[in-house]
């Protein structure tokens, strides 16, 4: 009895095992190899294609007359830029044309040489930390909240409540020092030379006002300092003028990933502007 027992225990963990082992392989075949940094005109596919969509083995994409596609495989950082009318298939090394023109191929200027890895960027919400134990109502942050900066004397940005109003600013860092305080007229408060921000601290920066009806707002953010070799890099990598929107799409994922996200919504914005009818692009831009 308990042989049998056993043996059936056995069996039912072999399968077990099996299908966590074919769906471990399923998921790792989807992951994604290729990135969309630019799109224009109408592009089909399994699901919409905007700017950021992650491209998996096998995909097909069909391009309309006169649309464009570019797209950066994640692995080599080879870039290729499509016309439509056209149907591609993206293999794991490399996109297949079915129908249409050739591709033009270039090395990203990001990954050329292995400088840097790029990868699509998920959306995020910017962090607010509430230490008020009374009902208060949120300022909503624009700018230092959950994110790393290059600027060693930072400006803040938070959304203005009503025209007139004095805010009351307060600067903290990670041991709970009190670092700077103002009063403030406006919603924008940039830090004087006299505060010297360190790398690897986290820092916490608090705004709050009161309305003239008694009412109270509050929000704070956390943010860091960017490592000097951070720094060096973003400068290094920055697009120049006039660069594609496949480069700056490029550079915007860079910076995302190394948590530049004040930086990259910078490019956001204006990509979202020129490329008004990208989700995507209308998502990380905070719009």
């Known amino acids: 009895m308990m042989g049998r027992f056993l043996g059936s225990l056995r069996r039912a963990l072999v399968t077990a095992l099996a299908g966590w082992l074919v769906a471990g392989v399923q998921i790792a075949a989807a992951q994604g190899i290729a990135m969309v940094t630019d799109v224009a005109g109408k592009v089909g596919g399994p699901a919409p294609v905007t700017i950021m969509s992650e491209l998996t083995a096998d995909a097909r994409l069909d391009l309309a007359t006169g649309a464009s596609l ?77 994110t790393k900066t290059l600027d060693a004397a930072p400006e803040f940005r938070w959304q203005e409540l009503e025209s007139g109003l004095t805010y009351r600013f307060e600067l903290v860092d990670d041991t709970g020092r009190s670092l700077q305080e103002a009063q403030v007229q ?39 300092l960017a490592g000097a070799d951070v ?46 009818g990208d989700a995507k692009l209308k998502e990380l831009a905070g719009e």
């Open 70 to 146: 570019t797209v950066i495989y994640l692995k080599s950082g080879d870039e290729y830029a499509f016309s439509g009318p056209a149907q591609v298939q993206f293999r794991a090394d490399a996109p297949q044309m079915i129908t249409g023109a050739q591709p033009q191929k270039r090395s990203s200027p990001l990954a050329r040489g292995g400088a840097v890895s790029i990868k699509p960027v998920p959306v995020r919400q910017a962090a607010f930390v509430m230490r008020s134990s009374k009902p208060t109502a949120r300022i909503r942050l624009l700018t230092l909240a959950g």
């Open 186 to 224: 406006g919603p924008v408060f940039r830090l004087p030379d006299s505060v010297q921000l360190r790398e690897g601290i986290t820092y916490t920066w608090e705004v709050s006002a009161r309305t003239p009806d008694g009412r109270r707002y509050v929000s704070a953010g956390d943010f860091s």
């Open 231 to 276: 720094r060096s890099q973003a400068s290094a990598l920055r697009p120049r003028a006039g660069a594609s929107v496949s480069d700056r799409v490029a550079y915007g994922a860079w910076l995302e990933q190394v948590e530049l996200r004040d930086e990259a919504r910078k490019y956001w914005k204006v990509l979202s502007a020129e490329r008004p």
